[in-house]
T-cell receptor
Framework: DAMVIQNPRYQVTQFGKPVTLSCSQTLNHNVMYWYQQKSSQAPKLLFHYYDKDFNNEADTPDNFQSRRPNTSFCFLDIRSPGLGDAAMYLC????????????FGDGTRLSIL | RKEVEQDPGPFNVPEGATVAFNCTYSNSASQSFFWYRQDCRKEPKLLMSVYSSGNEDGRFTAQLNRASQYISLLIRDSKLSDSATYLCVVNNGGGFKTIFGAGTRLFVKA
């Protein structure tokens, strides 16, 4: 039944060790988003893809990269995680119109040792 | 000024109460508006879209005031299960850039 699936649910990595979070969808949506959410804060948009077109937010650190090899999958790569990158990472999808709501995965909670 | 602002609360209300939340946004070109609810340590889930003429879904009513740049959510006959954080979401002017408010925390008590 799950339509936006994130793996893993929990990820622990070491300071500076690259980590990849994955997201897949069965909705065939054009748009996929990655958000970072820290405790008691709003989800913050990092970037989104419209099909293969990548749109980076101006204040997203270079340490965060993304790949979308096909419609169904999207990855978030954190090249050198710092302690400040510990957060919940949320993947979402939406249809091709900007007025359509987003559907979220369960999130990946990232901890940095 | 934040792009999307909400009263963080918390709002503590008894079961059966009516409670209202407001959310203001700064970009007059914003075109799409939503309310999401988020339970503790869970993902946001769509509660309802907000349409220009206002819309209702059961106990929930959403309103949009473009002139004053705010949206509102009214919850009638509050249930214990309504306890959550309510997030105001604004699509910022035609593209897919989406801004979330920090959320308003609601506690409904028996």
């Amino acid at each position: 039944d799950a339509m936006v699936i994130q793996n893993p649910r929990y990820q622990v990595t070491q300071f500076g060790k690259p980590v990849t979070l994955s997201c897949s969808q069965t909705l065939n949506h054009n748009v996929m988003y990655w958000y970072q959410q820290k405790s008691s804060q709003a989800p913050k948009l990092l970037f989104h893809y419209y099909d293969k077109d990548f749109n980076n937010e101006a204040d997203t650190p270079d340490n965060f990269q993304s790949r979308r090899p096909n419609t169904s999958f999207c990855f978030l790569d954190i090249r050198s995680p710092g302690l400040g990158d510990a957060a919940m990472y949320l993947c979402a999808t939406s249809g091709g119109q900007a007025d359509q709501p987003q559907h979220f995965g369960d999130g990946t909670r990232l901890s940095i040792l | 000024r934040k792009e999307v602002e909400q009263d963080p609360g918390p709002f503590n209300v008894p079961e059966g109460a009516t409670v209202a939340f407001n959310c203001t946004y700064s970009n007059s070109a914003s075109q799409s508006f939503f309310w999401y609810r988020q339970d503790c340590r869970k993902e946001p889930k769509l509660l309802m879209s907000v349409y220009s003429s206002g819309n209702e879904d059961g106990r929930f009513t959403a309103q949009l005031n473009r002139a004053s740049q705010y949206i509102s959510l009214l919850i009638r006959d509050s249930k214990l299960s309504d306890s959550a954080t309510y997030l105001c979401v604004v699509n910022n002017g035609g593209g897919f850039k989406t801004i979330f408010g920090a959320g308003t925390r609601l506690f409904v008590k028996a």
